[in-house]
T-cell receptor, first 116, second 115 residues
Framework: KAGVTQTPRYLIKTRGQQVTLSCSPISGHRSVSWYQQTPGQGLQFLFEYFSETQRNKGNFPGRFSGRQFSNSRSEMNVSTLELGDSALYLC???????????????FGAGTRLSVL | QQQVKQSPQSLIVQKGGISIINCAYENTAFDYFPWYQQFPGKGPALLIAIRPDVSEKKEGRFTISFNKSAKQFSLHIMDSQPGDSATYFCAASSGYGGSQGNLIFGKGTKLSVKP
């Protein structure tokens, strides 16, 4: 079974631009979560989508948004980029069949975003 | 407000020794406590997880100890190996809305196991 795939792996943008990151979950998984990882703040939860609906949201400004498609693939968008948005953005999917498996989040390798 | 506090920030252990990483949480609604391992250039990978109705869980060389009254949990790595050198994150979630997809992570512990 293929793992969680995130594209692109690396991105360089300038302040004020916007960016879209993509995540393809493990086949059959319906939940996709996004996290931001920085050296200073660590791993922070952005939002979670389940069956095309946002189920949970972290404490990030409205510049950060996401969506999920009917095939469970997800995108996140950051508008009006700031220098502080430079980070590794991680996507995780979950949704195994049994109660234990459905809690396990499988992470992709992330998209490294640099804002200049 | 940091909801999950992790210590130490870094840890150096000799091969064969025991590595111990501690976490404390504040939100009593948390009901799922996983530990993740991350190698450079990779995403975090689940090591082991526990629910608050159990005080200890062991999988191979990895053990979680959980103290509900103290709101603390810890990861023990027995017989630590150089291949265990990685960053370890504790996390917690509350299952709100039927989801465990909103993990709150500790800041991480960088473990180095010396040969």
């Amino acid at each position: 079974k293929a793992g969680v795939t995130q594209t692109p792996r690396y991105l360089i943008k300038t302040r004020g631009q916007q960016v879209t990151l993509s995540c393809s979950p493990i086949s059959g998984h319906r939940s996709v979560s996004w996290y931001q990882q920085t050296p200073g703040q660590g791993l922070q939860f952005l939002f979670e989508y389940f069956s095309e609906t946002q189920r949970n949201k972290g404490n990030f400004p409205g510049r950060f948004s996401g969506r999920q498609f009917s095939n469970s693939r997800s995108e996140m968008n950051v508008s009006t980029l700031e220098l502080g948005d430079s980070a590794l953005y991680l996507c995780a999917s979950s949704g195994g069949v049994d109660n234990q498996a459905k809690n396990i989040q499988y992470f992709g390798a992330g998209t490294r975003l640099s804002v200049l | 407000q940091q909801q999950v506090k992790q210590s130490p920030q870094s840890l150096i252990v000799q091969k064969g020794g025991i590595s111990i990483i501690n976490c404390a949480y504040e939100n009593t609604a948390f009901d799922y406590f996983p530990w993740y391992q991350q190698f450079p250039g990779k995403g975090p990978a689940l090591l082991i997880a526990i629910r608050p109705d159990v005080s200890e869980k062991k999988e191979g060389r990895f053990t979680i100890s959980f103290n509900k009254s103290a709101k603390q949990f810890s990861l023990h790595i027995m017989d630590s190996q150089p291949g265990d050198s990685a960053t370890y994150f504790c996390a917690a979630s509350s299952g709100y809305g039927g989801s465990q997809g909103n993990l709150i992570f500790g800041k991480g512990t960088k473990l180095s196991v010396k040969p």
